[in-house]
């Protein structure tokens, strides 16, 4: 990785993520922190550091745990729990450069920081993202009747996003149905068949395509920006029905209402960044591949997000979850990637350096304060 | 971009454009030109010139009309205006140097430069691609009997191929219904019943499956070359449905009829490469993706087409459309990216010198003009 | 190709090519040897030299049998056939430095060496892969009642296996009916009428979706690992049916049972790597994309195959058929692509060289010795 003036300007650019979550505020066993680092498991026989997330840590963030780079798992992990979460914690966020955090709430199944928390330990901000499956199995869990359960999840949707700090809403529908479902805005009747199919087994995962089609039009009408996973997650995904090229028809039946953010999208990048071309409304980001690709490969997946799509539309997450090593992977992969590509363009003058140096601030902070209209906008 | 003999060889061969449009005739509003170099649209606060197209046109396009490298979009727009359309596109389809156009004349919402005179502004020599959908069209829109429907379009299309200068057909299938088709040669009574069901509608936009069919099958029966527009476009496109590997049945039951020409293909090049390798009949270009991702990624996007796919399937396409610039990007950044990487590997020892330069006019001129049997063909 | 620590590590690492042919054992004509270096065929006009592996064929494989790099494919053929077979084969494949070869014994139009023939001519050991769908179709060819076709397919499967040195079996589902397939293991009822059509047909060539299920989950009881062919083949190939994320499904209902190893997977490497890296028990390897899109894009493929995948998931094979060349190509492929953006990791600092060292031999023998139990596994 060479330097260059436009490294220098992301290094210097407080980023805005605007996709991650919580940390794990306990100490971590090394089960629990190689679980964590995978979208796998930890598997006998085998170490989650095997892998390229697993070398990027130890190279870029042992550093920061005052180790040598490429210091072994054993060195980072006793060093790690040597130094304590909150210190790592501290290091690792201090080190990320990112100055706003937007915190999807909604997926927690171990003690996280919340956004404040995440913020404190950053010096930074923080915003929350409502995740609408998570209200929507709420309202189920509290007691509804099939018929009232449009009203109640709408109600409980706007009380949540009305909540101070909230900015966008999300949806995990590639985790839930894929997004080969029929576009159309289901009907009150056919809401309420499904809810009683739902409810009738319990409530639990939403995982009923009409249902989850309810979800996206509620979302419509709350107005926020909807951020939508798409590709790369744990294999609860099936990743073909997450290509995003299947939300065509919804895309245009939505036009003109709400921003919709695909996130990480690897690897549908390229997809992605078709319809980030062609609809308006529509932006995209890498996050989540960032670090689990690494630095060595960051660059590459953000020349295919890249080659179409227009300098407006490209937004910088992390989506790290649980380990702050990846709010700082994120932030180093997409600095190094994103600088790499446009020092190179500048170097071999397709590109004039000014051009470049706004592309970077718009991608890693202004396009996001656009979408999400936070303070400081210009 | 380094030069070599690759590239002089590139830059001193007449290229042979096998699939583009006219240039708009008019002088151009700001507007206007905005939204012929985007697939999208432009929108409020933001500008088509912020996206990899509109840097390379402000960069490669902005010398030939005595501007500096990275000129303004003001000044770029100013300086068009100035000149007048004539003079520029003089300016730029000169600096393209392409000899042959083939230009495909059935899609014209806006008054575009004839075949005739787009040879005369380029001094070279164009012949006609006549696009089926659009002799469909006019067959319905001048009144036809369900049961006439059929014969109608063939006749009409044998007229249209036997006008002096046409070498190949078009279908946009892509666009109407993918190629998630049913393979075969539907039967007439079914033509029959899906023509009287469109024709009830007022016929207009053809986007019938059976229908949709019957145009492919018809191709098949004109003997003429078929280019198929596949992947990138604008909106209209649902990406997944374009993906040519759908088209493989249909390929086997045509194999030993027409030549097949996959245009454009992005993100689907390697789709489209295994096609060129495994049946005979098929040839691919990277054509409207070279100009969308520019010198910068053209050579990346040429790297994946050309991974398996034998030499004398690949053809070039600036698949340029309403401005002149777009003749002149395609061509240029087709050259450097084919350069480049055939030089790289002379430069490895991975590839003889007389062979690079027997790729790159192959893949320039001479597999064109093969294909389309066109005058000059050794 | 810069040399460095890595590349010389994988030259002198002796490969486990774990899915590979052997070669055919009679002198080629022209036309054979045409038709076996390509997955298309050959064609008149043209030759299949000319195509991204004819031009690797001809630059590696010519210096081995004394000619100058580069050789013309006349000379090529002419040295090759005057050498004959059995000296062409001894030079190429043990220039191919590949110690251990699982070989296909299932496909055989021609006259194939033997494992035994093809550990002898290499110097190494080779052991046998059990194709189940030729298993199937013998049981057929045979005569078998419809309700006795599980029986019997299964004691045939288990008496395959039992052979000495059956070391795995495999399946070409991917082309008989694609991955997307009902994912549930078929009912007795099921199969016996699957069965019954199959067999009133003649039998023959095994492509029932009902047989194929069957088939898939026979491999799971036999508990040997099951390679699977994934993408780019002939054109008997659906392509996109063949996206490995189909199997999804499947992989969650066999999770803890076998070993899958994902063979090929171009253009499918990143579902693949998404696959390997979310379920245990799945591995995968770029074989045959090795060969045709040969040295000069070798790296670039196993670069998206190893974007996310853990390390222990990666495996080497050539998919050689028939021509020794290809068992060459293959390793040399594997060695020049691994090595390269291995050491660019190390010499960038992104990655240690005693972890590269290691990641090298993982893929290059260690992984394929510890899935199938090879003798001299650590």
């Given at each position: 990785m060479s330097g260059g003036p436009v490294l220098e300007a992301l290094e210097a650019l407080s980023l805005v993520d605007h996709h991650c979550h919580g940390v794990v505020t306990a100490d971590l066993s090394r089960q629990e922190f190689e679980d964590l680092i995978t979208e796998g498991g930890s598997w006998p026989g085998s170490s989650s550091f095997d892998s390229p997330v697993g070398v990027a840590v130890r190279r870029h963030c042992a550093p920061l745990l005052d180790l040598p780079r490429h210091a072994s798992a054993d060195e980072y992990l006793a060093r790690r729990s040597g130094l304590g979460p909150r210190e790592v914690h501290r290091r690792l966020l201090a080190a990320a450069g990112t100055g706003v955090f937007c915190v999807d709430?909604?997926?927690?199944p171990e003690r996280l920081s919340t956004p404040a928390e995440l913020a404190v330990a950053a010096g930074g901000t923080a915003y929350e993202v409502v995740r609408l499956e998570s209200v929507a199995e709420s309202v189920a869990a509290r007691g509804v009747e099939p018929g009232e359960y449009a009203d109640g999840f709408r109600v409980a949707a706007l009380e949540a996003v009305r909540r101070p700090g909230v900015v966008a809403v999300k949806s995990v529908a590639a985790y839930r149905t894929g997004f080969d479902l029929d576009p159309a805005r289901p009907s009150d009747a056919q809401v309420t068949e499904a809810a009683r199919h739902w409810l009738a087994g319990g409530g639990g995962r939403l995982a009923d395509p009409v249902l989850v089609r309810h979800l996206l039009w509620t979302a419509v009408d709350l107005g926020l920006p909807l951020q939508l996973h798409v590709g790369l997650g744990d294999n609860d995904i099936r990743l073909h029905r997450s290509d995003p090229a299947h939300l065509t028809d919804w895309l245009h039946l939505t036009a003109g209402t709400i921003p919709v953010l695909l996130l990480?999208?690897?690897?549908y990048q390229r997809q992605a960044a078709y319809l980030a071309t062609v609809f308006e409304q529509v932006h995209l980001d890498v996050g989540l591949a960032l670090h689990f690709v690494g630095p060595a490969r960051s660059r590459a997946v953000l020349e295919e997000a890249l080659e179409i799509t227009p300098f407006r539309k490209l937004l910088y997450s992390s989506d790290a979850y649980g380990v702050a090593e990846f709010h700082f992977l994120g932030a180093l992969a997409f600095r190094r990637g994103l600088a790499g590509l446009l020092q190179d363009r500048v170097d071999s003058d397709e590109l004039d350096l000014p051009d470049a140096l706004r592309v970077a601030e718009w991608a890693g902070a202004h396009n996001a304060r656009q979408v999400y209209r936070l303070p400081g906008t210009s």
């Open positions: 709430t909604g997926y927690a990480h999208c690897w690897p």
